[in-house]
């Protein structure tokens, strides 16, 4: 399992930044893929995950701010942030839960600055 996420940058406050993550090596399509991330000095936190079905779920930090999307075609998941917020500032990760485990991406570092 391999998992590349890229996007990542600076951006002003209520700014906006996608996201993407490539994946390889397992049945991407019908496995449910996760966004988390994980601030400094802070726990690594679920941000959204979408289901091999499309079904969506987000933390109630980015309820209807962010947007997790997928493209089973080309072995994509993506992460649609807007209205950015400083304490957005994180580096995130890509999760695929593939056979009863989890597998991480390599993380991509977005700052928000105010």
């Known amino acids: 399992v391999q998992l590349q996420a890229s996007g990542g940058g600076l951006v002003q406050a209520g700014g906006s930044l996608r996201l993407s993550c490539k994946a390889s090596?397992?049945?991407?399509?019908?496995?449910?893929m996760s966004w988390y991330r994980q601030a400094p000095g802070q726990q690594r936190e679920l941000v959204a995950t979408?289901?091999?079905?499309?079904?969506?779920s987000y933390a109630n930090s980015t309820k209807g701010r962010f947007t997790i999307s997928r493209d089973n075609t080309r072995r994509m998941v993506y992460l649609q942030m807007s209205s950015l917020k400083p304490e957005d500032t994180a580096v995130y990760f890509c999760?695929?839960?593939?056979?009863?485990?989890?597998?991480w991406g390599q993380g991509t570092l977005v700052t928000v600055s105010s």
């Open positions: 999760n695929a839960a593939v056979n009863g485990g989890y597998y």
């Open positions: 979408i289901t091999s079905a499309g079904t969506t």
């Open positions: 090596g397992f049945m991407f399509s019908i496995n449910t």
